[in-house]
T-cell receptor, first 109, second 117 residues
């Protein structure tokens, strides 16, 4: 099956810093989503982005499908950005998605 | 965005008993739903695909007789953990895909934290 790798596994930054999270995948995809898991476990949808670039406030994402990677950018980090960020991909008609191992982001005040 | 609910949010049960978890899509219909399990500080692992009106499809290594899945309607899937043991203690999360034309986006429930004593 498709493999999903995320880097870095952990990232500690000061408030106000910018960050880039990476997701590599092993096969072509028809779905790629970025999520933020909050401290209570809820997965928050950030982006649906199987290709191209999107922006939402301080967050933006780019997927280069031909090179099988996606990047999530967080600018001017805030403490509320802390948590685990997951990339998940799908490549079948069955609509299931497989998760990467996540990046644990800690923003220090 | 779309809303998916789960009930209960937290459950504690004794070893050997069964626990049922409900997953509902509140504002859209879903012919398939998905069940994931997450252990502390780990990623989400797909357990099974719940199919409305037919049998669930289980991922390799998941015991179908232990994790019973029923997809009774286009908005409800249930996961029953039978004869639960402490090693079944985990965070269980469901998801449902919302389609828009030829694309689909997964939305997740808030999760159910199961503790087996």
């Amino acid at each position: 099956g498709i493999q999903v790798e995320q880097s870095p596994p952990d990232l500690i930054l000061q408030e106000g810093a910018n960050s880039t999270l990476r997701c590599n995948f092993s096969d072509s995809v028809n779905n790629l989503q970025w999520f933020h898991q909050n401290p209570w476990g809820q997965l928050i949808n950030l982006f649906y982005i199987p290709s191209g670039t999107k922006q939402n406030g301080r967050l933006s994402a780019t997927t280069v499908a031909t090179e099988r990677y996606s990047l999530l950018y967080i600018s001017s980090s805030q403490t509320t950005d802390s948590g685990v960020y997951f990339c998940a991909v799908g490549n079948s008609s069955a609509s299931k998605i497989i998760f990467g191992s996540g990046t644990r982001l800690s923003i220090r005040p | 965005g779309a809303v998916v609910s789960q009930h209960p949010s937290r459950v504690i049960c004794k070893s050997g008993t069964s626990v049922k978890i409900e997953c509902r899509s509140l504002d859209f219909q879903a012919t398939t739903m998905f069940w994931y399990r997450q252990f502390p500080k780990q990623s989400l692992m797909l357990m099974a695909t719940s199919n409305e009106g037919s049998k669930a499809t289980y991922e390799q290594g998941v015991e179908k007789d232990k994790f019973l899945i029923n997809h009774a309607s286009l908005t409800l899937s249930t996961l029953t953990v039978t004869s639960a043991h402490p090693e079944d203690s985990s965070f269980y999360i469901c998801s449902a895909p919302r389609t828009s034309g030829s694309t689909w986006e997964q939305y997740f429930g808030p999760g159910t934290r199961l503790t087996v004593t």
